[in-house]
């Protein structure tokens, strides 16, 4: 009984390792086919080697009846395989930092790479899962270890410090508040008076107003940034201050339809802090 549960074992560990063998190859493959795709985290193919060569010496002892010098040079073989993988995983890790966030509603990966010797962050859009590829290079290089929040399921804010030790904003989308066949600007679609919970946001045709504490400050239309099409962020002397995004229940095709504007926006202030975003609606609060 104890013999036949073994070899049940060893062919699902030689299984295992044979998709993981396959699974290697292909992406081995995939650049003739997609130059730029890599692994959502690039330790990932360290990690697969090295779970493909224990797998695969468990399968061999528990399937072969080896004399004990085949038994260890099975494992002296493989385990100086998963050894030079597990170098090279800490070598990569060195040289490229994987920051990778997922969605609160695990639909979405924000991963963004950055070379530890030049502080370059380059964003990239996953695919097909556990793949990604680079989408775009963030504004300023990335000093600090970036704060990241979720201001929807497909909306994450990234705040970080440069090197000169400025504050900045990088904002990932991933969805649509419109059709999904038409671009638009957010800064066109949120015009009129926003309140919140002691905070006021007026689009006006000069810029764009935030009023808190009883303080107001203007950003003009060349102090804004937009990201896809649900996020602005307001910019003063190169440095991030605010994020306007657009709710999940936004409707940003109202304005063009000429119908009565619905939904929310949210205001998120850039800094390191963890503070919550503060929600949005349009016209007098009741």
């Known amino acids: 009984m104890k013999q036949s549960k073994l070899r049940i074992a060893g062919w699902l560990l030689f299984l295992l390792a044979g998709l993981i063998f396959c699974g290697q190859i292909v992406f081995l493959f995939l650049p003739t086919i997609y130059p730029q795709v890599e692994y959502t985290d690039n ?3 360290y990690f697969f080697n090295i779970s493909f060569a224990v797998f695969l010496s468990l399968a061999l002892l528990f399937l072969l009846g080896l004399s004990k010098m085949w038994r260890l040079f099975v494992v002296v073989c493989l385990g100086l395989f998963a050894i030079v993988n597990t170098w090279m995983l800490v070598s990569t890790n060195q040289q490229v930092r994987n920051i990778i966030s997922i969605s609160p509603n695990f639909k979405e990966v924000l991963v963004i790479k950055k070379q530890t010797n030049t502080q370059t962050a380059t964003y990239y859009r996953s695919r097909f899962g556990i793949l990604a590829m680079p989408h775009q290079t963030l504004p300023e290089d990335l000093k600090s270890s970036p704060k990241i929040k979720w201001l929807a399921n497909d909306i994450a804010a990234v705040t970080y410090k440069t090197s000169d030790d400025n504050l900045q904003q990088f904002i990932a989308t991933y969805g ?3 059709d999904g066949t038409s671009y638009y600007e957010v800064g066109a679609v949120t015009r009129g008076k926003w309140r919140g919970d002691g905070v006021e946001v007026i689009n006006h045709p000069e810029g764009i107003t935030v009023i808190t504490n009883g303080t107001s400050e203007t950003f003009s239309w060349e102090e804004t940034i937009q990201y896809g099409t649900l996020a602005i962020v307001l910019m003063k002397e190169n440095q991030a201050v605010w994020t306007i995004a657009l709710d999940k229940n936004f409707d940003a095709e109202a304005i063009n339809d000429g119908r009565q504007q619905t939904g929310n926006i949210i ?9 919550k975003p503060i929600v949005l609606a349009k016209g ?3």
Do not use: E, N, P, V
């Not at 202030?269 to 503070?275: L, N, R, W």
């Open 176 to 178: 649509d508040r419109g």
């Open 284 to 286: 007098r609060l009741k």
């Open 267 to 275: 205001l998120y202030k850039a800094t390191m802090s963890d503070i």
């Open 43 to 45: 330790r990932l193919f």
